[in-house]
């Protein structure tokens, strides 16, 4: 009887490291296990793998993108990792679930060969996982690399006539209710809607904001700089500017700031006024980027500026932005529903309150799949008392904005409508004080929007107090 002779094993080798996906992997961890937000997590990492020598800053591009696009698409890869596995997906490890959805995202989301997507995310999964998980990992991706995302797109999502809603959120990855509320805010049909989903999915510009009295855009525009499309201090930079190697950014005269945030604080500041405009308030001036152009603006006319706010690490950050503003303000510690102020006090007053963020989720990429409906009613009571304080510290006739970063109704005019119910107050149309920026809505408040304007879908009702 003879034996069969038995294939030699396998060589071990010696998984390698690619830093890019190993960095890419830590932080979708962070994200995941300790709810840590990607822009936060994901410069440190970055920064020691520079310093480590391991990342040049393509390397450095291609780990951000891998990071942002992996968790902006998540509920949509999760819909086909579910497909390609076979046991619900509440019983995959979640560190296998983040190896498989980066591996998902190099197939589906960027131009990286197939065959290079999974090698590379295979060797990732024997270094972070082990040997065993590993050949998981390699057979989901082989079923996931049959097809590409249109054609996944296709097996995963119902048929749009059929729940248009469900349909949308899986193909621009969005959880449905944000669909729904942002279709509700937005109006108009299926073209408009999915203009605004495919825009959240955008990187935003960096744009800048040069503090009048300060600094100019001219200044500004330097190298591949563009000036800004509404606001008269903003400047869009390149791919990839550096708003750090900018002399005026670093000396506080400039500092970044999205488009729409600059409108808000123009508006409030452009108001019809009668009598004394001396005194502004910012009621929630964290981290400070209105309240510094605020500022500006305010000693430009002789006006002084108090910024409040409730923390105290933000209000720091509000005493950063406001160093070497050329007019008079203070910033002070304080909660805005328990005014430290005297009623009446005021000529113009901002609250640009907390809110869900749902105007901003082009920043935030996994803010969209944390967010939950309910967190609408947590931050409804606040909201309220926020504005009714603002509309107390204005003086009679005194103007008052209330600003968000989120579309949602209920975080706007639900909001304006019931303090306007027990506080004597009028809406101001906010539309002319912003000439030349269009489809700022029906009035008298404003919405803008990422897929018309550019800058994040910031709200703002202009109240005058009666
Ligand atoms: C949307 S942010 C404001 C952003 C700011 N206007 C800017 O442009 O940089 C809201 C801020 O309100 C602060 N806040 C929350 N509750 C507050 C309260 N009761 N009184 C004052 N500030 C509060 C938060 O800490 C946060 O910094």
């Not at 959240?200 to 040069?210: G, K, Q, S, Y």
């Not at 160093?323 to 008079?328: E, F, I, Q, S, T």
Request: charged share 25%.
């Amino acid at each position: 009887m003879s034996s069969r002779p038995r294939r030699p094993a396998k060589p071990y080798r010696r998984p390698k490291k690619d830093p890019v996906r190993l960095i890419a992997y830590e932080a979708l961890r962070a994200v995941d296990e300790r709810d840590a937000y990607a822009n936060l997590v994901l410069p440190p990492l970055l920064r020691e793998g520079r310093e480590r020598g391991d990342l040049d800053g393509r390397d450095a591009a291609l780990a951000t993108e891998l990071v942002y696009g992996t968790l902006r698409r998540q509920g949509t890869y999760d819909e086909i990792i579910a497909a390609c596995v076979d046991r619900p997906l509440r019983e995959v490890d979640p560190p296998v679930l983040d190896v498989l959805s980066l591996g998902a995202h190099q197939l589906l989301g960027t131009r990286i060969p197939a065959h290079a997507a999974v090698s590379t995310t295979v060797e990732l999964a024997r270094v972070v996982l082990g040997d065993g998980r590993a050949r998981f990992v390699n057979a989901v991706l082989r079923r996931i690399a049959a097809d590409d995302l249109d054609g996944w797109l296709e097996k995963v999502a119902p048929p749009y006539e059929d729940d248009p809603e469900e349909h949308l959120g899986i193909v621009h990855a969005h959880p449905r209710w944000i669909v729904s509320a942002l279709w509700d805010a937005l109006g108009g049909g299926r073209e408009d809607v999915e203009a605004l989903l495919e825009a959240d999915n955008d990187r935003p510009e960096v744009t800048l904001v040069a503090r009048p009295g300060r600094a100019t855009a001219g200044e500004l525009l330097t190298g591949e700089a563009v000036p800004g499309r509404w606001s008269p201090y903003a400047v869009r930079l390149a791919e990839g500017g550096e708003p750090g190697a900018i002399e005026a950014v670093r000396e506080g005269r400039a500092g970044v700031q999205d488009e729409g945030s600059q409108l808000v604080a123009l508006a409030l500041a452009n108001a019809p006024l009668e009598g004394p405009d001396e005194r502004w308030l910012d009621g929630c001036a964290g981290p400070g980027g209105k309240a510094a152009l605020l500022g500006a603006l305010a000693a430009g006319r002789g006006a002084a500026l108090l910024a409040a706010e409730k923390q105290p690490h933000r209000a720091r950050l509000v005493a950063r932005a406001l160093r070497g503003n050329p007019g008079p303000y203070q910033v002070v510690t304080a909660d805005g529903t328990r005014p430290a102020w005297r009623p009446g006090s005021f000529d113009r007053v901002l609250v640009d309150v907390p809110c869900t963020g749902l105007g901003a989720l082009r920043r935030r990429p996994e803010a969209r799949w944390r967010r939950r409906p309910e967190d609408l009613a947590g931050f409804a009571p606040l909201q309220r008392g926020l504005l009714t304080e603002a509309l107390r510290a204005a003086r009679p006739g005194g103007v008052v904005g209330y600003a968000t970063c989120s579309p949602h109704p209920a975080e706007t005019r639900a909001v304006v409508d019931d303090v306007r119910r027990h506080e004597s107050a009028e809406l101001i149309d906010a539309r002319p004080l912003l000439p030349g920026v269009p489809s700022l809505g029906e009035g008298p408040d404003i919405q803008l929007w990422p897929h018309l304007h550019g800058t994040d879908a910031m709200y703002l009702a202009l109240l005058r107090r009666t």
